[in-house]
C-alpha cells in the first residue's frame, strides 16, 4: 500500500523493522507526516549544507503477543530507522482482536479497512460501525467522566497552598493534561488508551485535532524544559531529591494545560452534537447535550 507523500522505500523499511521486532499479524496506519530539515554550517573555511527528511508515523499494530508498555518499542523502532522515524503504536493483541470484532468496536470497525492496511499476513472479518442510542449514552458518559476528572486535578492545581513543591505541581499538570487527551482521543476515536503516557497522548491526538498543539513544545527553549519537566513528573517527583523546577516553570506549564482543557472541552461538546445525530437519526427521540 503507498501512503501520499511517504516514500515507499521508507515504508517498507518500517514494515521489516517491526516485523523483525515482533510476530506481527498486521499494520494498519492511522497518521503519517514527512519533515524536512536543512542545516549550513563552515568549517576551515568550506561551507555545507545538509538536507534531512524525517517521518512520523502513528500505527495499529496487531501481534501475536501482549505489548503492554510500547514505549521501549517505540525506541527500539527509532534506532532501528536510524533515528529518522519516529513511531506512535497502538497495540493489539491477535486474540484481543478477535474478541473485539466478534463483539464490535467502534474504533476498530474504523482504523481495520483494507485502505489503511500495510502489511497482513491474513484477512480479519470485519464489523461495521454501530449507531444506536445506548452507545451515544456510553460515549458521553465516559467523555464526562475524563473531563470532569481533568477539571479536577485543575482545580487542586490552584489550591493555594502553605508548602511550595514544583515538582509535586507538575504531577498534577501532567494527570491534567493527560486525563484531558484521554477524554479528546474517547470523543473522536471512541478508544481508551491502554497505555499513558503524555508524549504518547498528545501525539495520538495531534492526529485528528490541533488543541494538542499548546502543549507540546515550541521551538523556544523555556517551552522545551518545561515540556521534559511535565513528561518526566512522575520520575522527577519519586527519585529527585532536588527540586530543579521553577515556579515560573510550573504556573507556565498550568496556564498551557489550563487552556487546554478548555479548548478541548468546547471542542467535545460540538463533536458530541454531531454524535448524537449520528446515532439518533433512526429515532425520533433527541437529548439535550449540556
Given at each position: 500500500?503507498?501512503?501520499?507523500?511517504?516514500?515507499?522505500?521508507?515504508?517498507?523499511?518500517?514494515?521489516?523493522?517491526?516485523?523483525?521486532?515482533?510476530?506481527?499479524?498486521?499494520?494498519?496506519?492511522?497518521?503519517?507526516?514527512k519533515?524536512?530539515?536543512?542545516?549550513s554550517?563552515?568549517?576551515?573555511s568550506?561551507?555545507?549544507?545538509?538536507?534531512?527528511?524525517?517521518?512520523?508515523?502513528?500505527?495499529?499494530?496487531?501481534?501475536?503477543?501482549?505489548?503492554?508498555?510500547?514505549?521501549?518499542f517505540?525506541?527500539?523502532?527509532?534506532?532501528?530507522?536510524?533515528?529518522?522515524?519516529?513511531?506512535?503504536?497502538?497495540?493489539?493483541?491477535?486474540?484481543?482482536?478477535?474478541?473485539r470484532?466478534?463483539?464490535?468496536?467502534?474504533?476498530?470497525?474504523r482504523?481495520?479497512?483494507?485502505?489503511?492496511?500495510?502489511?497482513?499476513?491474513?484477512?480479519?472479518?470485519?464489523t461495521?460501525?454501530?449507531?444506536?442510542?445506548?452507545?451515544?449514552?456510553?460515549?458521553?458518559?465516559?467523555?464526562?467522566?475524563?473531563?470532569?476528572?481533568?477539571?479536577?486535578?485543575?482545580?487542586?492545581?490552584?489550591?493555594?497552598?502553605?508548602?511550595?513543591?514544583?515538582?509535586?505541581?507538575?504531577v498534577?499538570?501532567?494527570?491534567?493534561?493527560?486525563?484531558?487527551?484521554?477524554?479528546?482521543?474517547?470523543?473522536?476515536?471512541?478508544?481508551?488508551?491502554?497505555?499513558?503516557?503524555?508524549?504518547?497522548?498528545?501525539?495520538?491526538?495531534?492526529?485528528?485535532?490541533?488543541?494538542?498543539?499548546?502543549?507540546?513544545?515550541?521551538?523556544?527553549?523555556?517551552?522545551?524544559?518545561?515540556?521534559?519537566?511535565?513528561?518526566?513528573?512522575?520520575?522527577?517527583?519519586?527519585?529527585?531529591?532536588?527540586?530543579?523546577?521553577?515556579?515560573?516553570?510550573?504556573?507556565?506549564?498550568?496556564e498551557?494545560?489550563?487552556?487546554?482543557?478548555?479548548?478541548?472541552?468546547?471542542?467535545?461538546?460540538k463533536?458530541?452534537?454531531?454524535?448524537?445525530?449520528?446515532?439518533?437519526?433512526?429515532?425520533?427521540?433527541?437529548i439535550?447535550?449540556?
Amino acid at each position: 500500500m503507498k501512503i501520499k507523500n511517504i516514500p515507499q522505500h521508507v515504508l517498507d523499511r518500517l514494515v521489516k523493522v517491526i516485523r523483525s521486532l515482533i510476530h506481527v499479524h498486521s499494520i494498519y496506519w492511522i497518521a503519517a507526516t514527512k519533515k524536512n530539515s536543512s542545516s549550513s554550517y563552515k568549517f576551515n573555511s568550506k561551507a555545507y549544507q545538509h538536507l534531512e527528511e524525517q517521518y512520523e508515523f502513528t500505527l495499529l499494530i496487531i501481534s501475536y503477543e501482549d505489548i503492554n508498555n510500547p514505549k521501549p518499542f517505540m525506541s527500539q523502532v527509532f534506532n532501528k530507522m536510524n533515528e529518522h522515524v519516529k513511531l506512535y503504536s497502538i497495540h493489539y493483541s491477535y486474540s484481543d482482536i478477535i474478541r473485539r470484532l466478534e463483539e464490535g468496536d467502534n474504533f476498530l470497525s474504523r482504523i481495520l479497512l483494507p485502505e489503511n492496511c500495510i502489511f497482513q499476513e491474513r484477512a480479519l472479518f470485519l464489523t461495521g460501525y454501530c449507531s444506536h442510542p445506548r452507545e451515544f449514552q456510553e460515549i458521553k458518559k465516559v467523555w464526562e467522566f475524563r473531563i470532569n476528572r481533568a477539571f479536577y486535578f485543575m482545580d487542586k492545581i490552584n489550591i493555594g497552598d502553605t508548602v511550595y513543591d514544583e515538582s509535586a505541581r507538575m504531577v498534577l499538570v501532567s494527570q491534567t493534561i493527560m486525563q484531558t487527551c484521554a477524554a479528546l482521543i474517547w470523543i473522536y476515536w471512541e478508544w481508551k488508551p491502554h497505555y499513558f503516557d503524555l508524549d504518547l497522548l498528545l501525539n495520538l491526538s495531534k492526529s485528528f485535532s490541533r488543541s494538542p498543539r499548546i502543549v507540546l513544545p515550541k521551538k523556544s527553549f523555556t517551552s522545551k524544559r518545561v515540556y521534559s519537566h511535565l513528561c518526566h513528573s512522575q520520575f522527577n517527583l519519586n527519585f529527585k531529591t532536588v527540586d530543579d523546577v521553577t515556579l515560573k516553570d510550573s504556573d507556565y506549564a498550568t496556564e498551557l494545560a489550563g487552556r487546554f482543557l478548555r479548548i478541548v472541552r468546547n471542542e467535545g461538546k460540538k463533536r458530541l452534537k454531531e454524535l448524537e445525530f449520528l446515532h439518533y437519526r433512526n429515532t425520533r427521540k433527541e437529548i439535550f447535550v449540556k
